[in-house]
């Protein structure tokens, strides 16, 4: 099993003029050892107090006990050895036996004398108050802080987040410490948007640790909808389905009513409303109510079941008397009549009936004495 060590790259310290170099993270197999490679340097003025007898020391990322000291390379957490000299500038480590428990991240500090102190900085704190359900409406406080490494060279705290690129903070500074609160109103737009605060030490070389946080919301349902699937018109004998769908906080309930009802009465509850072998007397208005512990919204939509109109067309015998006694004759010889037809329309429970009687059609010469005048009627009779 591979145990990590996080370690940061540059070590700060508070007199300015501390860079240090160190790989980002180094690995390990479990009851193995690990070798830190560390070289480090500090400012001219500091060098009279760089001596041998100056403490190199392991702490914990936040922790203010020494977790590995050179002096004593077998009492702390971890047990070691430190190669080469202060005087040398080399803080190259080998932490043997290793387990999970030593997994994070640690700094390298140099004391000598009192007044040499260098130690490495951590990833600015980032906190919320207050420290419980944050609800739409409510007032919310982000403070980021971090540790001043260099008094005459304070670091600044910068906010972003991934709804607003920038945003300002109130920055003020204890004897320890620099503070940024970031003060405002949430809403549900706020709902899970990360807020970042980033350090920016300006020692030797310009250095920045930051820290997120993300931000859940609560609030009532918003933006409720009902669509029907599938869209267009909706046919007599389909099957039709109504959504509803809300931005909400937690997650809603679904209930659907219709306004046939008085008062409304529940009909099914969930996200879908589904509907088969639709007919006339679904034709009304439904309507759903999202809702969860912080509020309800309504919304609804009017189904129009359109009935489907039939045609049909087919052939019948030739009724005679349905000729119109307006037909006139030239020649008593009988008429040829050979065909005729009906239309059946359907509207709902009224069937129309279409009668059509028309005769062969002969092609004569207007001027022969027997040119035949034909007058052709059509019969509607409506049946309920």
């Known amino acids: 099993?591979?145990?990590?060590?996080?370690?940061?790259?540059?070590?700060?310290?508070?007199?300015?003029?501390?860079?240090?170099?160190?790989?980002?993270?180094?690995?390990?197999?479990?009851?193995?050892?690990?070798?830190?490679?560390?070289?480090?340097?500090?400012?001219?003025?500091?060098?009279?107090?760089?001596?041998?007898?100056?403490?190199?020391?392991?702490?914990?990322?936040?922790?203010?006990?020494?977790?590995?000291?050179?002096?004593?390379?077998?009492?702390?957490?971890?047990?070691?050895?430190?190669?080469?000299?202060?005087?040398?500038?080399?803080?190259?480590?080998?932490?043997?036996?290793?387990?999970?428990?030593?997994?994070?991240?640690?700094?390298?500090?140099?004391?000598?004398?009192?007044?040499?102190?260098?130690?490495?900085?951590?990833?600015?704190?980032?906190?919320?108050?207050?420290?419980?359900?944050?609800?739409?409406?409510?007032?919310?406080?982000?403070?980021?802080?971090?540790?001043?490494?260099?008094?005459?060279?304070?670091?600044?705290?910068?906010?972003?987040?991934?709804?607003?690129?920038s945003v300002t903070g109130r920055q003020y500074q204890s004897q320890t410490d620099i503070i940024s609160d970031l003060n405002f109103t949430v809403s549900h737009r706020h709902h899970r948007v990360t807020f970042t605060c980033t350090a920016t030490h300006q020692l030797q070389k310009q250095i920045t640790t930051q820290e997120s946080l993300l931000l859940h919301v609560q609030y009532a349902p918003k933006n409720t909808s009902v669509r029907i699937n599938p869209a267009g018109l909706v046919l007599e004998g389909r099957s039709v389905t109504l959504s509803c769908s809300s931005d909400a906080n937690p997650a809603v309930n679904y209930t659907w009513y219709r306004d046939t009802e008085r008062p409304l009465n529940p009909v099914q509850t969930g996200p879908n409303l589904t509907i088969n072998n639709t007919d006339p007397t679904h034709s009304r208005r439904y309507y759903c109510t999202a809702e969860n512990k912080h509020g309800t919204q309504n919304s609804s939509v009017l189904l129009d079941v359109q009935i489907q109109t039939h045609f049909c067309l087919r052939p019948v015998k030739p009724v005679k008397q349905h000729i119109s006694n307006k037909q006139t004759t030239k020649q008593n010889s009988q008429n040829n009549l050979t065909n005729a037809s009906h239309t059946v329309i359907r509207f709902g429970k009224n069937t129309v009936f279409i009668n059509i009687v028309f005769k062969q059609p002969t092609i004569m010469n207007p001027h022969s004495p027997t040119h035949t005048h034909t007058h052709t009627h059509t019969h509607t009779h409506i049946y309920s």
């Open 1 to 165: 099993m591979i145990t990590s060590f996080c370690v940061f790259v540059l070590i700060l310290g508070v007199l300015c003029g501390f860079n240090i170099n160190l790989p980002k993270k180094v690995e390990a197999l479990k009851g193995s050892c690990v070798f830190i490679p560390c070289t480090f340097d500090i400012a001219q003025q500091d060098e009279k107090d760089r001596t041998d007898s100056a403490k190199r020391m392991w702490f914990k990322a936040g922790g203010s006990t020494a977790v590995f000291d050179y002096s004593s390379p077998n009492t702390g957490l971890l047990k070691g050895e430190i190669f080469g000299t202060a005087t040398q500038k080399n803080c190259t480590t080998r932490f043997d036996n290793v387990d999970q428990s030593h997994h994070g991240s640690y700094d390298f500090r140099l004391e000598a004398n009192g007044k040499l102190k260098h130690t490495s900085p951590h990833k600015p704190t980032l906190s919320i108050f207050p420290d419980q359900e944050v609800i739409e409406g409510s007032s919310v406080s982000l403070r980021c802080s971090t540790k001043i490494f260099c008094p005459s060279r304070p670091p600044s705290l910068t906010w972003s987040s991934s709804l607003i690129e």
